[in-house]
């Protein structure tokens, strides 16, 4: 069954400290793997997308990290900021193009 | 580009009356989707049009539920009747030429039935 698993749940962190969220992955096939940030009450915005042959993106101080061969994928968010409260949502493209969701994790960045 | 516009923003209704969400996707996208989310179950995707066809529908809950998409600038959703678990945020999207880069959401409509 096509499933994207992430941890933690939720994460509480203080200002400009660093963190990493965990996504593992059990699509197949694969097409790309790619990290959503969404804040409260608007619609998640891309990160990052990577393709079965890239190993690391970075968008400014958020980088992601994909192992296609244990099918994990990890982002890790540097000095963290009050705005980086969000969820974050990994989302896989599978088959037919189908987008497979992340239940996502809640990120709290306190000061 | 303003992006996916959705309206309205908010919508509460009482069971049993008509919901109809409207989408205007990215100028130039070929791709629409409609998706719902809840805390239960996260994002889901309802429906999806390539070229304003419906492709793929099986995400729909029941028949309760219509998509369409009469031109490349425009697309609805609605319920009809509705009741209070179709309480959600229900997102759009939109993309050129499938699921790659440029993959774009709005910023949903929540809806609350009474």
């Known amino acids: 069954k096509n499933q994207v698993e992430q941890s933690p749940q939720s994460l509480i962190i203080l200002e400009g400290k660093n963190c990493t969220l965990q996504?593992?992955?059990?699509?197949?096939?694969?097409?790309?793997l790619r990290w959503y940030k969404q804040d409260t009450g608007r619609g998640p915005v891309s990160l990052t997308i990577?393709?079965?042959?890239?190993n690391t993106k970075s968008n400014g101080r958020y980088t992601a990290t994909l192992d296609a061969d244990t099918k994990q994928s990890s982002l890790h968010i540097t000095a963290s900021q009050l705005s980086d409260s969000a969820s974050y949502i990994c989302?896989?493209?599978?088959?037919?193009?189908?987008?497979?969701f992340g239940a996502g994790t809640r990120l709290a960045v306190h000061p | 580009d303003a992006g996916v516009i959705q309206s309205p923003r908010h919508e509460v209704t009482e069971m049993g009356q008509e919901v109809t969400l409207r989408c205007k996707p990215i100028?130039?996208?070929?791709?629409l989707f409609w998706y719902r989310q809840t805390m239960m179950r996260g994002l889901e995707l309802l429906i999806y049009?390539?070229?304003?066809?419906?492709?793929?529908d099986s995400g729909m809950p029941e028949d309760r539920f219509s998509a369409k998409m009469p031109n490349a600038s425009f697309s609805t959703l609605k319920i009809q009747p509705s009741e209070p678990r179709d309480s959600a945020v229900y997102f759009c999207?939109?993309?050129?030429?499938?699921?790659?880069?440029?993959?774009?959401f709005g910023s949903g409509t929540r809806l609350t039935v009474v």
């Open positions: 100028s130039g996208h070929d791709y």
């Open positions: 990577m393709t079965f042959s890239e």
């Open positions: 049009f390539n070229n304003n066809v419906p492709i793929d």
């Open positions: 989302v896989v493209t599978g088959g037919y193009n189908k987008l497979i």
């Open positions: 996504c593992n992955y059990t699509v197949s096939p694969f097409s790309n």
């Open positions: 999207a939109s993309s050129f030429g499938g699921v790659g880069d440029g993959y774009t």
